[in-house]
Nanobody, 123 residues
Framework: QLRLAESGGGLVQPGDSLRLSCTFS????????VGWFRQAPGKQREGVAC????????TYVDSVKGRFAVVKDSAGNTVYLQMMNLRNEDEGTYYC????????????????WGQGTQVTVST
């Protein structure tokens, strides 16, 4: 059984940086994509970034390109979402997920989800 857990959320100011972690246990070769999603209050969940579980071929939605980066922990089973120059509109609950394919901003290819971590961007 695949399990994921996010951590690293918090309260930051606009322009700050934050790194989210997604640690997964268990492995299935057919679930080789990791995605990062966020859900703002009153809005649908949307994908913002994805890559292979090795961190290869990262893909980003336009709103986070150049500010967010997917980084793989070379030693273990953790994938990070490095977020820089955070904006108010980045606020939300962030989820990581494992799946078979990625088609941002959709989530259809993802099956296993973490519980989410809250990111608040406020002055």
């Amino acid at each position: 059984q695949l399990r994921l857990a996010e951590s690293g959320g918090g309260l930051v100011q606009p322009g700050d940086s934050l790194r989210l972690s997604c640690t997964f246990s268990g492995f299935r070769s057919d679930y080789s994509m990791v995605g990062w999603f966020r859900q703002a209050p009153g809005k649908q969940r949307e994908g913002v970034a994805c890559s292979t579980i090795r961190g290869d071929n990262p893909t980003y939605v336009d709103s986070v390109k150049g500010r967010f980066a997917v980084v793989k922990d070379s030693a273990g089973n953790t994938v990070y979402l490095q977020m820089m120059n955070l904006r108010n509109e980045d606020e939300g609950t962030y989820y990581c997920a494992l799946g078979r394919w990625c088609s941002l901003p959709g989530e259809s290819g993802f099956r296993f989800w973490g519980q989410g971590t809250q990111v608040t961007v406020s002055t």
